[in-house]
């Protein structure tokens, strides 16, 4: 069993940037690709970003890349989310999930993710 606990939301003016943080219990953490994903009111969750459990690998959903980057340590037990040039269609509740089946990136959807966070709000104003 994991726990994941995100931090780092907050109200942010569009153009700046923001570094979410996403907290994991429990010892197989490393063994765990991770994710990112967002839902704006009204809308369905949708990927953000993912990375493998060695780090090596990452991927991005096409909109965002270039703007965003995910970044984990496994030795702290937690994947980051840097969000750089901010927009107010960023605004979103951001959880981060885990896919306990592998270690490789393989799921792009959140059918594929076992555990999830409860969440953070990030509010971009314009």
């Known amino acids: 069993q994991v726990q994941l606990v995100e931090s780092g939301g907050g109200l942010v003016q569009a153009g700046g940037s923001l570094r979410l943080s996403c907290a994991a219990s429990?010892?197989?953490?490393?063994?765990?690709?991770m994710g990112w994903f967002r839902q704006a009111p009204g809308k369905e969750r949708e990927f953000v970003a993912a990375?493998?459990?060695?780090?090596?690998?990452?991927y991005y959903a096409t909109s965002l890349k270039g703007r965003f980057t995910i970044s984990r340590d496994n030795a702290k037990n937690a994947v980051y989310l840097q969000m750089n040039s901010l927009k107010p269609e960023d605004t979103a509740v951001y959880y981060c999930a885990a896919d306990r089946e592998h270690t490789r990136v393989v799921h792009f959807t959140d059918l594929g993710y076992n555990y999830w966070g409860q969440g953070t709000q990030v509010t971009v104003s314009s």
């Open positions: 429990g010892r197989t953490f490393s063994s765990y690709a």
């Open positions: 990375i493998s459990a060695s780090g090596f690998t990452t």
